[in-house]
């Protein structure tokens, strides 16, 4: 299904919440939706990769790595392994490397920059709890959107809305 950030925003206003424009894009899909699941850690990415290692079910996974730019928390195996599994995207609060292998992997990718540096790996950190970076929480089960433009948030799926409209003014199914 297609879909923009933008016309989401103007079509569902009170029902977005829109992330402050702090990401690039590196993975080779520019456009991805889903269930937000959650990974709080810092400097250490074991379990952003066990997180990975699961079924993704289309979902998004939000990493708040604390905005650190030491380290990189995910890497081409990672994505890899995402793709693999059935994640449709990531967003990382910090920083990713290998990110020209990632731009070839058909998964959506988001993060602050780029480090060659490697994380630690000592499994510290919370999974599927709230957090809150970008001027917004990310709260497991709610759905995020991300394109281009950016990223928004919402507490419901606004593309299964039966009275959702194209920019053709067509409806959409």
Do not use: H
Not at 55 to 67: Q, T
């Amino acid at each position: 299904m297609t879909f923009t950030t933008a016309d989401l925003s103007d079509e569902f206003e009170s029902l977005v919440k829109i992330a402050e424009p702090l990401f690039q894009n590196y993975g080779q899909l520019k456009s991805y939706y889903g269930e937000i699941a959650t990974v709080k850690v810092f400097e250490d990415n074991l379990l952003v990769r066990k997180t990975l290692e699961t079924e993704g079910r289309k979902r998004v996974l939000v990493v708040d790595g604390g905005a650190s730019m030491k380290v990189a928390l995910v890497g081409d195996q990672l994505a890899q392994i995402a793709y693999e599994n059935g994640w449709t995207g990531i967003v990382v609060n910090g920083c990713i490397r290998d990110s020209a292998e990632i731009a070839r992997i058909p998964i959506g990718l988001k993060a602050l920059n780029t480090i060659p540096k490697k994380s630690i790996k000592k499994g510290l950190g919370e999974v599927d709890v709230p957090v809150e970076f970008a001027g917004l929480v990310f709260n497991p089960g709610d759905y995020l959107y991300a394109d281009l433009d950016g990223v928004i948030v919402s507490e419901k799926n606004l593309l299964k809305s039966p009275a959702r409209r194209s920019r053709t003014g067509k409806r959409e199914t």
